[in-house]
């Protein structure tokens, strides 16, 4: 039995706390999350200025460079400085990701919650086309989208959030059931509360925190498909930087100037990681048994 | 229950799934996309061949009788003419599928090969060294984008190291063998072109190891759970008990049942593999399905998009089916 | 000159156990599930483990067959000797071959005790095999190899006349399967062939315990653990897998450490009754002197308990109080908070295991 939230509790937090610290793994990742979102937010504040080298002006003169103390990743074939420009492409997938996460959170949110508390048919039809949906293979949704509606940032959020929501629904729908059946919700009911208030009260407040700790893992890997799309040609236009595109445009210099496609590439993989495993240190957050050992 | 009544069930769960996919690929087609006729006639349509293109699609009608068209051509198989070949969909995707399967089934396999061992010894050593470098090599994969491992290894095997092939499916200096499936390997080992097969099994391996190497996590984990869950349960004591030693307690008895859950994920396998291919067929040349959908994307084909994304789903649905009657197959629990 | 000679192989133990200990590892501390257990186990002898759950009933017989989880589990003192060695010494390798044959343990689920994706015949089988691994001296009676080879080739073929062809096939494929057979008739189930290729949930759950049983039959080993082997069966079913028990005792002379928690099964079972509370023993001796001149006043709590639900009459007498929390054990006797007659020097010494009169044991400040 999940233990009902009804207030944020201090005591609960520094369980947390101690949680989150006790592995080192999880903080390790948890630090290069937040320090990429934190360098996303930097030089999206400054417009770039805080970068090295201007991530736009293309000077014929330095093409395809190794790496350097001048330049730490080296040049691309038109003599931008690649470091500057992977950083430059923090915050359109911070963006990217953050948007898809959200707008899947907040769908599935609502949609789960609806499906679980009113059961019945609503709750079918909802399931049905969650169903429908997660029978598409999520790279290839999202492929369909994005070149139906033609190749860009907003597009390919737009072709993302169909991807995602399905899964947020489910768990939103399967959080409620277990809220539903709990004290707390079934003497709101005996005393008559509307069905609209029951779930913004107390349903949804309980299951927020579970979600938002799979969104968390899920930012990572929202850069991993939203890559691979602008590898392919449908997510960031050129020039804009973009890991999976700057990878792409060096695909033909993988072997005189590896460094070119392979740091982007490996840029994502830190990413990913980091999310990965601080997500799973979130999970033990949620996990009861684990909470039991730490108060 | 009976296997074939379970079949049936099967199957018949399927018709709603696809009915709505196929849904939602109508929307997609049709209905969302901006300039309905511009897209599926090609850039460079004049008036008279989107007006051609337009009656013949009924895209002026209203939306029922317009779904009721687009239901029946893709089930006659009219999955669209390509604007840049002049062919139809459905025949540019038969000659490129074959490749994309093999591709896919190699993947499969290394992926097994890699994947379950892996996991069984991450179970028996749980939580000891063995348990954690096996959990992050299996994450460090999962969480690369496919074409990192795949430029890697590319770049290594291919260039560096020049073990391996850069690109395609066979030497150009070689014919290809006789077309009975498609499938370079199988034909040439069912037409005994033993130059072809050699030829064709070493262009094979390092695209379909990259994939193995990023996806393998996905069976790792579930056999590593799974063998983690048998090996507590109490006919495992009660084999001890018996007096069987350590190796047929694990091989015999923990395997054979920790593997049933495991086929489960052969249909996410699949969906994720056929996903990676897209990436991986760009990088090597392959020419499967995946190197089709992109090469379509770049010349703004849109009904090949399409006809791919149909032609994917449908393959990742019905793998998700057969691991499911594989489930049957192996647990005696469902059918008997 | 042979009586004397039979006298002193009927007191030889097959199991002789002294002073075991064992503990169970937690976050903060050491959790003592079993303190200082002494019992030797006769020839042929039932002798039944009785008391609440957590006395530590179980965790004795899984160190005596040493299939304690360790960690958390572990041994910290006293042996074990079987077959002339302290099996607690022995390595794992050693170990395993002496289960099965020498030692062996069945469970309260049977039919969570098989193996769900193998038949009855392959997994009856498997005890076949190990113990034609192990040529030791021991009579095996009637049973010859190359008789059944021929039956097995007979009985495949009826066997694929089934409708259960993916099992038939499964079995079929052993040459053991007349073995098996022969097996499954000792126990008493009737149609032994039809029951070899059913799969473990095919099964009833007396069904599925007598073909444990019937395991334990053909590796005859010489202790067997039966952990609470019929709590989870009917009363009639109960019946048949005590009278096999019986069979076990007399025909192949296996002594066995019969776990439960149910007085009136003991009863009808048990030559001898060891009683257990808290991870120690505080009462042992024959099952008619634990029930008619009783000593330690736990075991007269049990009885009270118990008798009250077959006679009908009296109110039922639950023991007042809980079974102590392990981690946070009473001082003195361990029994006293709860127990009737207890004096000062319960509260303040412990009761050692006495020997009062012929084999009667028992751990009380009352009987000295």
């Given at each position: 039995?999940?233990?009902?939230?009804?207030?944020?509790?201090?005591?609960?937090?520094?369980?947390?706390?101690?949680?989150?610290?006790?592995?080192?793994?999880?903080?390790?990742?948890?630090?290069?999350?937040?320090?990429?979102?934190?360098?996303?937010?930097?030089?999206?504040?400054?417009?770039?200025?805080?970068?090295?080298?201007?991530?736009?002006?293309?000077?014929?003169?330095?093409?395809?460079?190794?790496?350097?103390?001048?330049?730490?990743?080296?040049?691309?074939?038109?003599?931008?400085?690649?470091?500057?420009?992977?950083?430059?492409a923090?915050?359109?997938?911070?963006?990217?990701?953050?948007?898809?996460v959200?707008?899947?959170?907040?769908?599935?949110?609502?949609?789960?919650?609806?499906?679980?508390?009113?059961?019945?048919?609503?709750?079918?039809?909802?399931?049905?086309?969650?169903?429908?949906?997660l029978?598409?293979?999520?790279?290839v949704?999202?492929?369909?989208?994005?070149?139906?509606?033609?190749?860009?940032?907003f597009?390919?959020?737009?072709?993302?959030?169909p991807?995602?929501?399905?899964?947020?629904?489910?768990?939103?729908?399967?959080?409620?059931?277990?809220?539903?059946?709990?004290?707390y919700?079934?003497?709101?009911?005996?005393?008559?509360?509307?069905?609209?208030?029951?779930?913004?009260?107390?349903?949804?407040?309980?299951?927020?925190?579970?979600?938002?700790?799979?969104?968390?893992?899920?930012?990572?890997?929202?850069?991993?498909?939203?890559?691979?799309?602008?590898?392919?040609?449908?997510?960031?236009?050129?020039?804009?930087?973009?890991?999976?595109?700057?990878?792409?445009?060096?695909?033909?210099?993988?072997?005189?100037?590896?460094?070119?496609?392979?740091?982007p590439?490996?840029?994502?993989?830190?990413?990913?990681?980091a999310?990965?495993?601080?997500?799973?240190?979130?999970?033990?957050?949620?996990?009861?048994?684990?909470?039991?050992?730490?108060? | 229950?009976?296997?074939v009544?379970?079949?049936?069930?099967?199957?018949?769960?399927?018709?709603?799934?696809?009915?709505?996919?196929?849904?939602?690929?109508?929307?997609?087609?049709?209905v969302?996309?901006?300039?309905?006729?511009?897209?599926?006639?090609?850039?460079?349509?004049?008036?008279?061949?989107?007006?051609?293109?337009?009656?013949?699609?009924?895209?002026?009608?209203?939306?029922?009788?317009?779904?009721?068209?687009?239901?029946?051509?893709?089930?006659?198989?009219?999955?669209?003419?390509?604007?840049?070949?002049?062919?139809?969909?459905?025949?540019d995707?038969?000659?490129?599928?074959?490749?994309?399967?093999?591709?896919?089934?190699a993947?499969?396999?290394i992926?097994?090969?890699?994947?379950?061992?892996?996991?069984?010894?991450a179970?028996?050593y749980?939580?000891?060294?063995?348990?954690?470098?096996i959990?992050?090599?299996?994450?460090?994969?999962?969480?690369?984008p496919?074409?990192?491992?795949?430029?890697?290894?590319?770049?290594?095997?291919?260039?560096?190291?020049?073990?391996?092939?850069t690109?395609?499916?066979?030497s150009?200096?070689?014919?290809?063998?006789?077309?009975?499936?498609?499938?370079?390997?199988v034909?040439?080992?069912?037409?005994?072109?033993?130059?072809?097969?050699?030829?064709?099994?070493?262009?094979?391996?390092?695209?379909?190891?990259?994939?193995?190497?990023?996806?393998?996590?996905?069976?790792?984990?579930?056999?590593?759970?799974?063998m983690?869950?048998?090996?507590q349960k109490?006919?495992?004591?009660?084999?001890?008990?018996?007096?069987?030693?350590?190796?047929?307690?694990?091989y015999?008895?923990?395997?054979?049942?920790?593997?049933?859950?495991?086929?489960?994920?052969?249909?996410?396998?699949?969906?994720?593999?056929?996903?990676?291919?897209?990436?991986?067929e760009?990088?090597?040349?392959?020419?499967?399905?995946?190197?089709?959908?992109?090469?379509?994307?770049?010349?703004?084909?849109?009904?090949?998009?399409?006809?791919?994304?149909?032609?994917?789903?449908?393959?990742?649905?019905?793998?998700?089916?057969?691991?499911?009657?594989?489930?049957?197959?192996?647990?005696?629990?469902?059918?008997? | 000159?042979?009586?004397?000679?039979?006298?002193?192989?009927?007191?030889?133990?097959?199991?002789?156990?002294?002073?075991?200990?064992v503990?169970?590892?937690?976050?903060?501390?050491?959790?003592?599930?079993?303190?200082?257990?002494?019992?030797?186990?006769?020839?042929?002898?039932?002798?039944?483990?009785?008391?609440?759950?957590?006395?530590?009933?179980?965790?004795?017989?899984?160190s005596?067959?040493?299939?304690?989880?360790?960690?958390?589990?572990?041994?910290?003192?006293?042996?074990?000797?079987?077959?002339?060695r302290?099996?607690?010494?022995?390595?794992?390798?050693?170990?395993?071959?002496?289960?099965?044959?020498?030692?062996?343990?069945?469970?309260?689920?049977?039919?969570?005790?098989?193996?769900?994706v193998?038949?009855?015949?392959?997994?009856?089988?498997?005890?076949?095999?190990?113990?034609?691994?192990?040529?030791?001296?021991?009579?095996?009676?009637?049973?010859?190899?190359?008789?059944?080879?021929?039956?097995?080739?007979?009985?495949?073929?009826?066997?694929?006349?089934?409708n259960?062809?993916?099992?038939?096939?499964?079995?079929?494929?052993?040459?053991?399967?007349?073995?098996?057979?022969?097996?499954?008739?000792?126990v008493?189930?009737?149609?032994?062939?039809?029951?070899?290729?059913?799969?473990?949930?095919?099964?009833?759950?007396?069904?599925?315990?007598?073909?444990?049983?019937?395991?334990?039959?053909?590796?005859?080993?010489?202790?067997?653990?039966?952990?609470?082997?019929?709590?989870?069966?009917?009363?009639?079913?109960?019946?048949?897998?005590?009278?096999?028990?019986?069979?076990?005792?007399?025909?192949?002379?296996?002594s066995?450490?019969?776990?439960?928690?149910?007085?009136?099964?003991?009863?009808?079972?048990?030559?001898?009754?060891?009683?257990?509370?808290a991870?120690?023993?505080?009462?042992?001796?024959?099952?008619?002197?634990?029930?008619?001149?009783?000593?330690?006043?736990?075991?007269?709590?049990?009885?009270?308990s118990?008798?009250?639900?077959y006679?009908?009459?009296?109110?039922?007498?639950?023991?007042s109080?809980?079974?102590?929390?392990?981690?946070?054990?009473?001082?003195?006797?361990?029994?006293?908070?709860?127990c009737?007659?207890?004096?000062?020097?319960?509260?303040?010494?412990?009761?050692?295991?006495?020997?009062?009169?012929?084999?009667?044991?028992?751990?009380?400040?009352?009987?000295?």
């Open positions: 039995m999940k233990k009902l939230r009804t207030s944020i509790d201090a005591q609960e937090l520094a369980i947390t706390w101690r949680i989150l610290r006790s592995s080192s793994i999880t903080l390790a990742g948890g630090a290069i999350a937040l320090g990429f979102l934190v360098i996303a937010l930097s030089v999206w504040i400054s417009g770039n200025a805080i970068l090295p080298y201007n991530v736009y002006t293309i000077s014929p003169a330095s093409t395809l460079q190794a790496p350097s103390l001048a330049h730490l990743l080296g040049t691309d074939d038109l003599g931008r400085d690649i470091f500057s420009r992977i950083l430059a923090a915050p359109i997938d911070a963006e990217v990701a953050l948007s898809v959200g707008s899947a959170v907040i769908l599935g949110l609502i949609l789960g919650s609806i499906a679980g508390y009113v059961g019945g048919r609503v709750e079918e039809i909802i399931m049905r086309v969650t169903d429908v949906f029978a598409f293979p999520g790279l949704l999202a492929l369909a989208i994005a070149s139906s509606l033609g190749p860009s940032i597009h390919s959020i737009l072709a993302l959030t991807v995602w929501w399905p899964s947020y629904t489910r768990l939103a729908r399967a959080e409620t059931l277990s809220v539903k059946s709990q004290q919700v079934e003497a709101s009911r005996a005393v008559g509360q509307r069905v609209r208030h029951i779930i913004l009260a107390h349903i949804i407040p309980n299951i927020i925190p579970d979600l938002l700790v799979y969104a968390t893992l899920d930012i990572g890997n929202v850069i991993l498909v939203f890559s691979v799309l602008s590898f392919i040609g449908l997510g960031a236009q050129p020039p804009t930087p973009e890991w999976g595109l700057l990878t792409s445009q060096g695909e033909s210099y993988l072997v005189s100037a590896p460094w070119y496609p392979i740091a590439a490996v840029a994502i993989l830190i990413i990913a990681i999310f990965s495993l601080f997500g799973d240190g979130l999970r033990d957050v949620l996990d009861p048994k684990v909470r039991g050992l730490f108060s | 229950m009976g296997f009544t379970y079949i049936i069930k099967r199957f018949l769960l399927l018709i709603p799934i696809l009915l709505g996919v196929t849904f939602i690929t109508y929307v997609i087609s049709r969302t996309v901006p300039n309905v006729a511009r897209a599926w006639a090609g850039p460079r349509a004049g008036p008279q061949a989107l007006a051609a293109l337009s009656a013949r699609y009924h895209l002026n009608d209203p939306v029922y009788i317009q779904y009721f068209y687009y239901m029946k051509d893709l089930v006659t198989g009219d999955w669209g003419i390509s604007p840049t070949t002049g062919r139809p969909v459905l025949y995707l038969k000659i490129f599928f074959p490749a994309t399967v093999e591709l896919a089934i993947a499969v396999i992926t097994i090969i890699i994947g379950i061992p892996t996991g069984i010894l179970a028996i749980h939580n000891k060294k063995i348990d954690h470098s959990r992050f090599l299996y994450l460090a994969g999962f969480s690369s496919p074409f990192l491992v795949g430029l890697v290894m590319l770049l290594l095997f291919a260039y560096i190291f020049k073990i391996f092939p690109e395609g499916e066979l150009s200096s070689l014919a290809p063998p006789l077309r009975i499936t498609g499938m370079f390997i034909d040439s080992l069912l037409t005994g072109n033993w130059v072809d097969l050699r030829d064709s099994l070493w262009h094979i391996i390092l695209p379909a190891t990259a994939l193995a190497l990023t996806y393998f996590g996905v069976v790792t984990r579930i056999t590593r759970s799974s983690l869950e048998v090996l109490d006919f495992i004591r009660a084999s001890y008990a018996k007096g069987l030693s350590k190796r047929s307690v694990i015999k008895h923990a395997v054979r049942n920790a593997m049933i859950p495991t086929t489960t994920v052969l249909g996410l396998l699949l969906g994720a593999l056929l996903s990676g291919t897209i990436v991986i760009t990088i090597f040349l392959w020419p499967g399905i995946g190197y089709y959908a992109v090469l379509s994307i770049e010349s703004l084909n849109f009904p090949s998009v399409m006809g791919v994304t149909i032609l994917f789903t449908i393959s990742v649905i019905l793998a998700n089916l057969l691991a499911d009657l594989l489930y049957a197959v192996i647990d005696p629990r469902i059918t008997v | 000159m042979s009586e004397a000679m039979s006298e002193t192989t009927n007191h030889r133990s097959v199991l002789d156990i002294n002073d075991l200990t503990a169970y590892k937690t976050f903060n501390r050491n959790v003592v599930a079993l303190s200082n257990v002494s019992l030797d186990v006769p020839r042929a002898t039932i002798i039944a483990a009785v008391g609440e759950s957590g006395c530590g009933k179980s965790t004795l017989g899984l005596i067959i040493g299939l304690l989880q360790r960690p958390p589990a572990m041994v910290t003192g006293g042996e074990i000797v079987f077959e002339g302290d099996i607690l010494k022995v390595r794992e390798a050693e170990l395993s071959r002496l289960r099965g044959t020498g030692i062996s343990m069945i469970f309260q689920e049977p039919m969570s005790s098989l193996d769900p193998y038949t009855v015949g392959q997994q009856l089988t498997e005890a076949i095999e190990v113990r034609e691994n192990r040529k030791q001296n021991r009579d095996y009676g009637p049973f010859e190899r190359t008789t059944a080879h021929h039956e097995s080739h007979n009985l495949a073929s009826r066997l694929l006349g089934t259960n062809v993916r099992g038939a096939l499964n079995t079929a494929r052993r040459h053991y399967a007349a073995g098996a057979v022969e097996a499954l008739r000792n008493q189930i009737s149609d032994p062939e039809r029951v070899l290729d059913k799969y473990p949930h095919e099964l009833s759950g007396g069904m599925a315990q007598r073909v444990m049983i019937a395991g334990a039959l053909v590796e005859r080993p010489s202790f067997l653990i039966a952990d609470e082997p019929t709590s989870a069966l009917d009363v009639t079913t109960q019946a048949q897998v005590l009278s096999l028990m019986r069979e076990l005792r007399d025909v192949v002379g296996t066995i450490l019969f776990i439960t928690h149910d007085l009136a099964v003991a009863a009808q079972i048990a030559d001898q009754v060891i009683v257990m509370y991870g120690e023993i505080v009462e042992q001796s024959s099952v008619k002197e634990i029930f008619q001149e009783h000593l330690h006043p736990y075991t007269e709590g049990l009885l009270n118990f008798s009250s639900k006679k009908d009459e009296g109110t039922m007498e639950a023991i109080g809980d079974v102590p929390n392990l981690k946070n054990l009473p001082s003195g006797c361990r029994f006293h908070p709860r009737k007659y207890a004096m000062e020097k319960c509260r303040l010494e412990h009761p050692e295991i006495r020997e009062t009169h012929q084999r009667h044991k028992v751990a009380c400040h009352l009987i000295s």
